[in-house]
């Protein structure tokens, strides 16, 4: 059944007699399931070369874990399978393999198992986390707060852990953990980052029906992007439409025969998009040509019976050299394209999915679909101690080129499984700004120093009423032979303007360095403070300003897209830009599909 929101609070107490106790029968299917994927990593790591296991063996402590693992007939320290298990969580390459993430899930599974059967009293907690659970969402889903949302995701995730009321979770989800992020990308920008024309000249050099034929044939078109309605994934069709014309001459015994040729080229690459990457089928490709007989030379007799001959053959010699010229062209569209495919999987693979997958963090849903001017993108991104958007997004005002739709869930939520438990030097930060603006930060990496993101919501933002407010949660702060090993927030709130040419960011007051549940700063603590301080002064600037968003690499000819939509409120920033229009006239250019 579908569950309203308003029907959360009587849906839980409702299940408070349904407690799922846990017995000894159930721990043991567990550890023989986290015996079983223990198995098969060591399998994994015997074949794996000597170098690369012995890394990866280091990283997540094996060693311990065998030693834990050792004796049958006692259960393992819970508290340091729970350390070990965090370890096969690290962005390290290789931890994304089936045999790692097996042996996480099966440490995460067994220990919240066996914990819950040696739980003193297991049905005072689960029914006072019910309890807890039924005032949160009445008042959620009156006014929807971060704090509540909060802690909802935290009780949730409880209950997932120890697998109780699986149809209230699945509820409460359903109602107030939706799709966070909404992107969509115009086939017309799509296409800018492409280019027009294409303009090649080859040799000619084959045999047709006997006859040697060699010259010089130029290819001239446009490569165009054509996108196909599809729900299941994002379908791009990569049309290249011209015409090849060619100088040859065909030799044959004494018989020398100079010709002209124009052949129509209709070339298709079909794409698709999903959450696995880039995927592409062999390109198709039609031709058509058409001949025209030059001079022929040859002694007058011979000459004669050539031109007969000629004539008879050339409906037939056309057809072939039109086979010939779709299966090169198909070729050609291909390996030129196998680039394409190769570095956007790389990127994908490396940048986004990869470190998600070992980090335990990749989306809930990522959908890619396509309509016929627009590529739109989907995502939920919640662990499972969190919710998503607890309601849809504002809609957009008109059809722009780049619209972005992010919920300030999404920040929290990604920067936990991203930066969670991370330390960033200063050094790793300011490249990773430059990465994002295109720009290193000025001040911010002019000495040493270092922050240990909080393993929880370690960055985190609030929209509200054309007001974003910005969060950094660390617990541990370093510069030079100095630290401090305690939670520090720092925080920037910004006022939010849309001007007729341009975007603006005010600072509202100065940055704020707090300590949480510390009322008193101790001299080291001071002096930290007006450290942090004056470095992220120069991260949140007192005023932010933006006259257009300039797209990197081969989009970046086309200018500043201009921004026509911003709304920020009620949890949500939208945003909507529109390319500048075209000049009157381009220059031609080689196309290139890489």
Not at 138 to 153: C, L
Not at 350 to 364: C, I, W
Not at 379 to 390: F, H, I, T
Not at 469 to 486: D, H, L, N, V, Y
Request: charged share 25%; proline share 5%.
């Amino acid at each position: 059944p579908t569950w309203r929101a308003e029907q959360l609070p009587e849906m839980a107490r409702a299940a408070k007699p349904h407690l799922v106790l846990v017995t000894e029968s159930d721990v043991k299917r567990e550890r023989a399931r986290l015996d079983a994927a223990v198995d098969k990593l060591r399998q994994l790591l015997s074949e794996a070369k000597q170098e690369q296991a012995a890394s990866w063996k280091e990283a997540v402590k094996w060693a311990q874990l065998e030693s834990e693992l050792a004796a049958a007939d006692a259960q393992p320290d819970l508290k340091t399978l729970l350390v070990i298990e965090e370890l096969y969580r690290q962005d390290l390459a290789g931890l994304e393999q089936d045999e790692f993430v097996a042996v996480r899930q099966a440490l995460d599974k067994y220990v919240c198992t066996a914990l819950f059967a040696s739980s003193a009293e297991p049905k005072k907690a689960y029914e006072g986390f019910l309890d807890e659970l039924a005032e949160r969402f009445s008042s959620y889903a009156q006014n929807p707060q971060t704090e509540d949302a909060i802690f909802i995701g935290k009780r949730l995730g409880w209950l997932d852990r120890f697998g109780q009321a699986r149809e209230l979770v699945a509820a409460a989800r359903s109602s107030h953990s939706r799709p966070n992020l909404f992107l969509e990308v115009s086939e017309a920008l799509m296409q800018a980052g492409i280019d027009q024309t294409v303009d090649e000249t080859a040799a000619v050099n084959e045999v047709i029906l006997g006859t040697r034929i060699r010259g010089s044939a130029r290819l001239t078109g446009a490569v165009t992007l054509d996108l196909v309605p599809s729900q299941d994934n994002a379908a791009i069709n990569i049309l290249l439409d011209g015409s090849t014309v060619s100088n040859s001459v065909g030799y044959n015994g004494p018989v020398r025969v100079f010709s002209r040729g124009v052949t129509s080229v209709n070339a298709v690459k079909r794409l698709q998009l999903d959450e696995t990457g880039l995927s592409d089928r062999r390109a198709t490709a039609r031709c058509s040509t058409r001949t025209r007989i030059g001079r022929v030379e040859a002694g007058h007799l011979v000459r004669h019976i050539a031109m007969k001959r000629i004539q008879k053959t050339k409906p037939q010699a056309e057809a072939i050299a039109s086979r010939r010229a779709a299966g090169r062209i198909a070729g050609s569209v291909d390996d030129r394209s196998a680039d394409l495919v190769q570095d956007a999987n790389a990127s994908f693979s490396d940048k986004f999915r990869l470190p998600l997958v070992r980090r335990g963090g990749f989306p809930e849903l990522l959908q890619f679909r396509t309509t016929d001017d627009a590529l739109q993108v989907t995502m939920l991104q919640a662990g499972r101690d969190q919710l998503a958007a607890p309601n849809a997004p504002p809609a957009l005002t008109g059809k722009f080129d780049l619209a972005v739709r992010m919920h300030e869930s999404l920040v929290g939520n990604m920067s936990q499984a991203v930066l969670g438990g991370v330390t960033l030097t200063d050094v790793r930060l300011v490249e990773l700004i430059k990465e994002l603006t295109g720009k290193p930060p000025e001040g911010l990496g002019d000495e040493p120093w270092s922050i240990t993101f909080q393993s929880e919501l370690p960055i985190e933002a609030r929209f509200t009423a054309r007001t974003a407010k910005i969060t950094i949660r660390g617990k541990r702060f370093a510069r030079e032979e100095q630290e401090i090993r305690r939670p520090v927030e720092i925080s920037a709130v910004y006022a939010i303007e849309k001007l007729p040419d341009r975007a603006r960011l005010v600072r509202q007051g100065d940055v704020q360095i707090d300590f949480p549940g510390r009322q008193t700063l101790s001299t080291s603590d001071i002096a930290m403070k007006s450290f942090m301080k004056k470095k992220f002064e120069t991260l949140f600037k007192p005023e932010i300003v933006s006259e257009g968003l300039v797209l990197p690499k081969r989009w970046a000819s086309i200018g500043k897209l201009k921004l026509e939509q911003l709304v920020c409120d009620k949890g949500w920033l939208a945003l909507g830009w529109l390319k500048p229009p075209a000049p009157a006239a381009t220059e031609t250019r080689v196309a290139s599909m890489q």
